[in-house]
């Protein structure tokens, strides 16, 4: 035992294998952090499918079908006949034009929530009619009867009941589905035109559910999309950012504008096929309605420097056993390290129900407190107890710096074990380590 009290070999080994061993409660504390943000992610999930789900309007599209030729192919003096091919051209508008408003709203299910919106989109702009020089060269018939519009919606199932639709100066009847093997959640409506006409215009009122995020793809060859909401944390994502932008404490408005050299698809399509699809798909953009300050993510980043602060920990106490005379057993630093773990499981348990910051500030002055009564009370000395604590209460408001700054979250903690080694360095550089633990030492100047 005397020897486990003067040997700093033997006592770093002891203190380097538990920081070691208390990797394994760490990745158990990950999985616990995964498996919360997994049964909120469920529970989100739950509430958005029978709501509406995310959103993307694309469209709206002029589907024309046609025919081709036969084509004869010479077979050792013969000829052999190939069927005819049928295919469908996409048109897609001049000019596109869509304005909405959002409302949104928080739902909750248990201590998990999510956000909802309805919202009023109206498209407005036109077509050029097609011509024989929009189909292929081998094009036979063209099949103006069946021609349509199609509006592709990612979820109908936020779709309202009133939409209208106004094509060339005629109300339409819009039917459920889009008609279309490429685009097949949506609506779509028969449209009867033929060669030679001039550009018609259309108008769309369409109200709409869902949750999260909503598209719209910038069909026009010139589109301008305007959206506006009373939620005040918005997240503008997609292809490009909006030209114009306000965010305030009562929502936000924001204004795209681009044309067909943006993107990569023409105008009219020819042959559809997946490649389109995906190039129309990632040429949009839109909002996320996110819920800020995500707790399980913070809580996942915080469990990453927590080795770091474990040893950070040691590392005070080891320098008040130096200069206080005061040789702490194994088993006292083990619990000063539990007490460390219990502050991520107490910020966890209750950012799911107070929110992250209160959580954390309750969970780290718990904690801070606690380590200072017990360090107080096993190193005999009040003032080494109230050290300890100011001590942990600067760790956890610099762990909180980091957390808030994650863009300098690495310099940050770069920084920290820098100074964190300097100090450590400094205040031993006199200590006379062989004679450990045989006399109580002065803290050096």
Request: aromatic share 12%; net charge neutral.
């Amino acid at each position: 035992m005397s020897k486990l009290k003067t040997s700093v070999s033997i006592r770093v080994l002891i203190l380097g294998t538990m920081l070691i061993g208390f990797v394994i409660p760490l990745s158990m504390m990950s999985g616990l952090v995964s498996e919360r943000q997994e049964r909120s992610r469920e529970a989100v999930q739950e509430i958005n499918s029978k709501w509406g789900g995310s959103q993307r309007i694309a469209g709206p599209f002029l589907v024309v079908p046609y025919k081709l030729e036969k084509i004869k192919n010479d077979k050792e003096q013969g000829e052999e006949e190939v069927d005819s091919e049928s295919g469908e051209i996409y048109i897609l508008p001049e000019t596109l034009t869509v304005n909405s408003d959002l409302k949104a709203e928080k739902r909750k299910r248990s201590i998990f929530e999510t956000v909802l919106f309805t919202g009023d989109f109206k498209m407005e702009g036109s077509f050029k009619s097609p011509t024989l020089t929009d189909f292929p060269a081998r094009t036979k018939k063209i099949l103006w009867s069946q021609s349509r519009v199609i509006l592709s919606v990612l979820d109908p199932k936020g779709i309202g009941k009133d939409v209208k639709f106004n094509l060339a100066g005629k109300e339409m009847i819009l039917q459920p589905g889009s008609s279309s093997n490429f685009f097949p959640a949506g609506l779509h409506t028969k449209f009867v035109t033929k060669e030679g006409s001039d550009h018609f215009s259309f108008s769309i009122e369409i109200p709409l559910k869902g949750s999260d995020w909503i598209y719209v793809v910038p069909t026009g060859k010139t589109s301008t999309i305007k959206m506006s909401s009373d939620w005040k944390d918005p997240s503008f994502v997609g292809s490009i950012l909006p030209n114009e932008r306000s965010v305030t404490e009562n929502g936000f408005q924001a204004v795209w504008e681009s044309s067909y050299f943006a993107r990569n698809y023409p105008q009219v399509i020819q042959y559809m096929n997946d490649s389109y699809v995906d190039s129309i798909i990632s040429s949009a953009y839109g909002v996320s309605l996110i819920i800020p300050a995500d707790q399980y993510l913070k809580s996942e980043r915080s469990l990453k420097y927590a080795i770091l602060f474990l040893a950070a920990s040691f590392t005070l106490f080891f320098l008040l056993e130096i200069f206080g005379g005061k040789i702490l057993h194994p088993l006292q630093y083990l619990m000063i390290g539990v007490a460390m773990l219990v502050f991520y499981i107490l910020n966890l348990s209750l950012s799911e129900h107070i929110g992250f910051n209160w959580a954390y500030v309750c969970a780290s002055i718990s904690v801070s407190a606690l380590i200072s009564y017990y360090a107080g009370s096993v190193l005999q000395d009040k003032k080494r107890g109230y050290l300890a604590g100011g001590y942990f209460t600067i760790l956890y408001t610099f762990l909180y710096v980091i957390l808030a700054s994650e863009e300098n979250a690495l310099l940050l903690g770069s920084l920290a074990i820098f100074f964190v080694l300097a100090g450590f360095m400094h205040l031993t550089r006199n200590v006379d380590w062989y004679s450990f633990g045989a006399k109580e030492d002065q803290i050096p100047s």
